[in-house]
DNA sequence: AGGACTTATGCTCATATGTAGCATAAGCCG
DNA sequence: CGGCTTATGCTACATATGAGCATAAGTCCT
């Protein structure tokens, strides 16, 4: 850095006299016999649970191995496969300190037995309407009424704008479903005020204390089909999270972080379908994932199918992934 | 924020005595006559240019909101579309300060005598390997070829990792050239010490001064193919900003933002081309447009083509772009 | 005016890729 | 043994992608 600049920096930084807090956050997401799930930390004394953070100390050489400590250090758990998701720092309120939190998705592989962590919780209680693996859920019929309800309550200027970001979000009557707007939705429904998070952050008479979970229902402003909030902006981190981890399980191998040694094609096919909320083709799974040559036939039988043996295969990492291969 | 949560954070900083420097980075693309380019901000006293850049401030609502002012400061240039790109925020040189660089991309429509700002600075005057637009470039060639030998001067163990790295950023021998791998080659060439940034960030006799474009070949550690350094890790950011965008021309309207109100089909192959950095076909491109929906005739015709004239679109905004839509 | 040249525009073809349905194989359990 | 389960393989179809060629409609030169 030229000292021209590092001048520069300093004098910006003090000529206003803030200072601001870097904190790093944890989307880390695993799978096992119950389904998806996501590490939290423990819930702070208003019950609402929190993602793994902590602040980016003077240790960490990279952002990296600083979230891979705090998420060690809080919950025990070690984490494999991490990538930046996205860094958030809007001003919260006038007066307090300022925040900025780089959030990271993580994966990690085993059962439930072999992952140390305690703390994991149903991915899909935080986003009951992103869950479309039995057909449309009910939370999302809710929602879409809802906002249909928000739509027309506009003003008749933006009640247009409303409803195409509600039909490019959660699809025209019943059509296609695009799973990877998570966040997109996510954002709706904070704006309109359904998740409860819209409330709490608009101040509303200290009520933050009644949001704990599906009971507040009824709540200004809440929702239970919008389903459990998290801390701060940790269900948006967990929103962009999703979406991410969706749109990346279709162009790269990102999967088999979450898989044990040895699999069948339909334990990888539970996975993504778990992952993406919706249910694949088999026999076009099994043909897309044999065609692409990550893996490879161990030679082994799976008995515990409840009907023919499934072949058993493994990872291959040697493979280079020439695929089209967006990288980023 | 909880107040055990505040005193943690608190304390976790104070406990170390950490101060970070929080900065915001800009990558400015726009298009005009001489091709594709970036914004810099005015040259250091070493010679090297940066991206427009400062620290964020308390004045800054959202992080975009901090980028934008600092870009308009900096050189005049009100910002159009603006999306986060990635945090750097690796620890340098034991000792110093640390800071967290928050970089953005920016497209900025117009003509050069439309846009308020100097600095204007061709693309590929710091990427010369990325142009593939007349074919495979001299650069790229020297470049797999010093490659090769940094492949070859390894060890026997990393030679097979190494070879295979190469030949996925740079495609085997001649053949398909992945354009969105920009990040990955910056990468590589960083590593196998090709561009001028390796031999000065590892502190090389403090020859940072001589490094100052194409003049600086022969130096240690430099090589003229691989293009004019930027002060800092801008390069870096740079790449990640070319990657990101030559992947996202493909699935989202992101083109139009740097096109003026009415345009040809060709004049925009002609930016789609110079971003991605490879020659589309034509007949293709124009179904690929037309298909979409995204732009309609104007009525009028351009009479500027040499040819015969060619029919003047405009860009459908209202058009809520139902893609596949992977949002992000 | 006529021909050469330029660019725009439209069409066809072969080849991938993605989607959906059906048939068969091979285990289980009563 | 028949009925259940799940695994595995194949075919038909729609759609997307990639490459080539023919024609249209201007300019410019002679």
Avoid at 183 to 200: F, P, W
């Amino acid at each position: 850095m030229s000292k021209v600049e590092a001048a520069e920096w300093t004098m910006g930084a003090h000529a206003h006299g803030q200072t601001v807090g870097v904190g790093l956050n944890a989307v880390v997401i695993a799978f096992d016999e119950a389904g998806p799930r996501v590490l939290l930390a423990n819930a702070g004394e208003d019950g609402v649970s929190s993602l793994p953070s902590g602040p980016l100390e003077a240790e960490h050489r990279t952002l990296e191995s600083g979230v891979r400590s705090w998420v060690e250090r809080q919950t025990g758990q070690p984490l494999g496969f991490v990538e930046q998701l996205y860094t958030f720092g809007d001003k919260s309120r006038p007066g307090t300190r300022r925040f900025v939190s780089i959030a990271y998705l993580a994966l990690v592989r085993g059962t439930a037995e072999e992952r140390p962590a305690a703390g994991w919780a149903d991915l899909y209680v935080h986003f009951p309407y992103e869950d479309w693996r039995e057909g449309p859920p009910q939370a999302a019929c809710e929602l879409r009424a809802a906002l249909a309800r928000w739509t027309l309550d506009a003003a008749p200027a933006v009640r247009r704008s409303r409803l195409e970001r509600v039909e490019a979000a959660f699809g025209r009557e019943g059509a296609r479903w695009n799973e990877e707007r998570v966040l997109e939705r996510y954002e709706l429904l904070y704006e309109a005020g359904l998740v409860a998070e819209s409330a709490r952050d608009r101040g509303v008479g200290e009520a933050d204390h009644d949001i704990r979970g599906p009971g507040a229902a009824g709540e200004p402003g809440a929702n239970p089909a919008s389903g459990w909030p998290l801390a701060l902006d940790h269900r948006r981190m967990l929103a962009t999270a999703i979406g991410r981890l969706r749109a990346k399980i279709k162009y790269r191998p990102v999967l088999f972080e979450l898989m044990p040694d040895e699999f069948t094609l339909f334990d990888l096919q539970r996975i993504a379908e778990a992952l993406s909320g919706v249910r694949l083709h088999k026999p076009n799974f099994r043909r897309l994932m044999e065609s692409q040559g990550l893996i490879e036939e161990t030679g082994r039988l799976s008995v515990h199918t409840g009907g023919r043996p499934a072949k058993l295969f493994r990872y291959r990492p040697e493979i280079t992934m020439e695929r089209p291969g967006k990288d980023e």
